[in-house]
């Protein structure tokens, strides 16, 4: 079975700083991976997702990840965070031939001014 | 247009009630689901619909039952609500049912039961 890793729980950044929200996974093959953004008090909105092909993908809101087969982790990063990106962050792993998502733990992200 | 939308976004009961949570997507997708999100912000699936067909049904107590009259709705009944039933619940749908599917998500209900 997968399982998903975000070992930070809480992650207070100035604003104009960057940002990078770690995430392992695990699991027998390579997986599809997908980070979503929570913002206070609203659902699940997808940042970026990988499948195959070029290992550092390109999201929306300046966010990009990088897949690293041999450390298994799909990092988040974005290098100037601004006041808005405060909101809960989920690392989601699904296999290629399931559509059952499985979850981490998320990483709350605050942003000071 | 909202792409998945829930009703209620906030329901307050006493324990023991029974409630129904609605779900609505309008993006023609073939699958929908429901998720609990519980007060550490762990989402877990509850339940995958295909097409008017229950396809997932994780570890959720049989007081739980959700019913999809069609593709684009996917209801939550639940029947003598206990305390731990305080959650939010999203719904979600998808496109098809393969594999690094997006997953679109509703604004979710926030369940308080007292």
């Known amino acids: 079975a997968q399982s998903v890793t975000q070992p930070d729980i809480h992650i207070t950044v100035s604003e104009g700083a960057s940002l990078e929200l770690r995430c392992n996974y695990s699991y027998g093959a390579t997986p599809y991976l997908f980070w979503y953004v929570q913002s206070p008090g609203q659902g699940l909105q997808l940042l970026l997702k990988y499948f195959s092909g070029d290992t550092l993908v390109q999201g929306i809101k300046g966010f990009e990840a990088e897949f690293k087969r041999s450390q298994s982790s799909f990092n988040l990063r974005k290098p100037s965070v601004h006041w808005s990106d405060a909101a809960e962050y989920f690392c989601?792993?699904?296999?290629?031939?399931?559509?059952?998502?499985?979850f981490g733990a998320g990483t709350t992200v605050t942003v000071r001014a | 247009d909202t792409a998945v939308s829930q009703t209620p976004k906030y329901l307050v009961t006493q324990m023991g009630n029974d409630k129904s949570i609605k779900c609505e997507q309008n993006l023609g997708h073939d699958t929908m689901y429901w998720y609990k999100q519980d007060s550490k912000k762990f989402l877990k699936i509850m339940f995958s619909y295909n097409n008017k067909e229950l396809i997932i049904n994780e570890t959720v107590p049989n007081r739980f039952s959700p019913k999809s009259p069609d593709k684009a709705h996917l209801n939550l009944h639940i029947n003598s609500l206990e305390l731990g039933d305080s959650a939010v619940y999203f719904c979600?749908?998808?496109?098809?049912?393969?594999?690094?599917?997006?997953?679109?998500f509703g604004p979710g209900t926030r369940l308080l039961v007292l």
């Open positions: 979600a749908s998808s496109l098809g049912q393969g594999g690094g599917e997006t997953q679109y």
């Open positions: 989601a792993v699904g296999p290629f031939n399931d559509y059952k998502l499985s």
